[in-house]
């Protein structure tokens, strides 16, 4: 049975968009789903490519018992090939996305937060300029987030 495909974006991919594939690589598996998944993330810029998460980003991952281990990537025409969903995680990060993808492409493009129920379509703010609890908020945003998209692909999948 082919996987399904879920790219998570973000402009540096070393906070918010390999925090949320971990997080949701984490429900997944407790979900007992894994082997119908290929989870990924990368940024739309280059700056951080072939590194690890922030220290905070690992920090925060750690302190609720996720784990995380990634190495910085650039979001690529191909992965609108390679993965179903592109799941960005602001607006700006939207508008790159657009931006790098091919002309024809059949992956569906939405931010994370269309799928929080408590702010739906609004931003996951970036916690690069902030301090160790700008992380903590941007983990209860993307376990929500990553919680409801989860439901909804098992709704939509039939998993
Ligand atoms: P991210 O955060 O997009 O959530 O990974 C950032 C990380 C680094 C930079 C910007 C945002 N930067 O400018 O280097």
């Not at 991919?13 to 949701?24: G, V």
């Not at 784990?67 to 939207?94: A, C, K, W």
């Not at 908020?137 to 998209?149: G, I, K, T």
Request: glycine residues 6%.
């Amino acid at each position: 049975m082919q996987k399904i495909g879920v790219m998570f974006v973000c402009l540096g991919n070393i906070c918010r968009s390999p925090l949320a594939e971990a997080i949701f690589a984490d429900q997944v598996q407790r979900h007992g789903l894994d082997h119908r998944f290929d989870i990924a993330s990368s940024g739309t810029a280059n700056y951080h490519v072939g590194e690890q998460p922030d220290p905070r980003t690992i920090d925060v991952a750690r302190r609720n018992s996720v784990p995380i281990d990634h190495h910085g990537q650039q979001l690529d025409q191909v992965h609108f090939h390679e993965y179903d969903y592109i799941i960005t995680m602001d607006r700006s990060n939207l508008t790159n996305a657009e931006r790098i993808a091919p002309q024809e492409h059949s992956a569906t493009m939405v931010m994370m937060r269309d799928f929080d129920p408590s702010e739906p379509g609004s931003d996951v703010v970036d916690p690069w300029y902030g301090d160790r609890q700008g992380f903590d908020e941007c983990f209860d945003v993307l376990e929500r987030s990553c919680a409801n998209f989860l439901e909804h692909l098992k709704s939509e999948h039939s998993l």
